[in-house]
């Protein structure tokens, strides 16, 4: 059975950094697309950035130059760094993954979700 559980999240200030982390069990991971979604309270889940199997990175308009995702596939994790982070980046950040790009990213009906993880920045 496929599991992803995300660490990382924290509560920081305005400015600071965060690392989080995916740990993918249950599957090869070098296979799968993976994604990070988050959602802030009273808001729809939005996309955040995602990585081809290949290691081709993707960024919304928001996390480019400030986010960076990155995968190890021995250790069958991914991770998000987030620098420069803003009260606007306060949400509960997801993981996601799929063998199909379409759905991992265009339809958000990935194979797998995390639990999430709570980020949240204060000014």
């Known amino acids: 059975q496929v599991q992803l559980v995300e660490s990382g999240g924290g509560l920081v200030q305005s400015g600071d950094s965060l690392r989080l ?5 249950g599957v090869t ?3 799968y697309h993976v994604g990070w979604f988050r959602q802030a309270p009273g808001k729809e889940r939005e ?4 990585i081809h199997s290949d290691g081709s990175p993707y960024y919304m308009y928001y996390a480019k130059g ?6 190890d596939n021995g250790k069958n994790t991914v991770y998000l760094q987030m620098n420069g982070l803003r009260p606007g980046d306060t949400a509960i950040y997801y993981c ?3 063998t199909s790009w ?10 797998s979700w995390g639990q999430g993880t709570q980020v949240t920045v204060s000014s």
């Open 29 to 31: 991971l070098d296979a």
């Open 102 to 111: 379409n759905n991992l990213w265009v339809k958000q009906s990935p194979d």
């Open 96 to 98: 996601a993954l799929s």
């Open 21 to 25: 982390s995916c740990e993918v069990s």
């Open 66 to 71: 400030r986010f960076t995702i990155s995968r």
């Open 47 to 50: 996309r955040v950035s995602y």
